[in-house]
């Protein structure tokens, strides 16, 4: 079976910098992404780490550790437009994508 | 182009009915899936499609039928509906499984089953 673990939520203040976590245990590795949905919508591609290090892509940013089974995304400079969910999710072969449940993340002005 | 669309966007359905969730995308995407979304559980992968022919189940594909008899389509059918598919289903697609990493998703068809 598949486990990916990641917070439920987090709080923060417009300019802050939030980490989101996820610890996978998983039958099959290949990767790890993250995705952000707004309110219920559909969901969108943020990232992708295939190999250890840090991905950086504008304000957000994304690191992997694969001897760890441990991910995060990093966002700075945080906007009242990144109140949304974010979804780690593990390719865990060359036809599945397995998600974690999901961590809100609320920005406060 | 329009990417992924999904039709219809709500449904209502009594126990027992069935009925068709439709998806298309117009991006020649190979891979294409079917997901659904339950609160505090994610994206659970229902069925998927490497390409035109074939398809293969998810994790949770009790309950569901799926055909992809071209590219561009992929409907998902409930063959008697139940209260426990009362869920939000997105449909998604990637150029290839080499791509599988990066998914175009739907709009999503919010189900309810009474």
């Known amino acids: 079976g598949q486990s990916l673990e990641q917070p439920s939520e987090v709080t923060a203040v417009e300019g802050a910098i939030v980490q989101i976590n996820c610890t996978y245990q998983?039958?099959?590795?290949?990767?790890l992404s993250w995705y952000q949905q707004h309110d219920g919508g559909a969901p969108t591609f943020l990232s992708y780490n295939a190999l250890d290090g840090l991905e950086e892509t504008g304000r957000f940013s994304s690191f992997l550790s694969r001897s760890d089974s441990y991910g995060y995304l990093l966002l700075q400079e945080l906007q009242m437009k990144d109140s949304a969910s974010y979804f780690c999710a593990v390719r865990v072969n060359d036809y599945k994508l397995s998600f974690g449940a999901g961590t809100t993340v609320t920005v406060r002005a | 182009n329009a990417g992924v669309t999904q039709t219809p966007k709500f449904q209502v359905l009594k126990t027992g009915q069935s009925m068709t969730l439709q998806c298309a995308q117009d991006?020649?995407?190979?891979?294409m899936s079917w997901y659904r979304q339950d609160p505090g559980m994610g994206l659970r992968l229902i069925h998927y499609s490497v390409g035109a022919g074939i398809t293969d189940q998810g994790e949770v594909p009790n309950g569901y039928n799926v055909s992809r008899s071209t590219t561009e389509d992929f409907p998902l059918r409930l063959l008697s509906a139940a209260p426990s598919q009362t869920s939000v289903y997105f449909c998604?697609?990637?150029?290839?499984?080499?791509?599988?990493?990066?998914?175009?998703f739907g709009p999503g068809t919010r189900l309810t089953v009474t």
């Open positions: 991006m020649n995407h190979e891979y």
């Open positions: 998983t039958s099959g590795f290949y990767g």
């Open positions: 998604a697609s990637s150029y290839g499984t080499g791509d599988l990493y990066e998914q175009y």
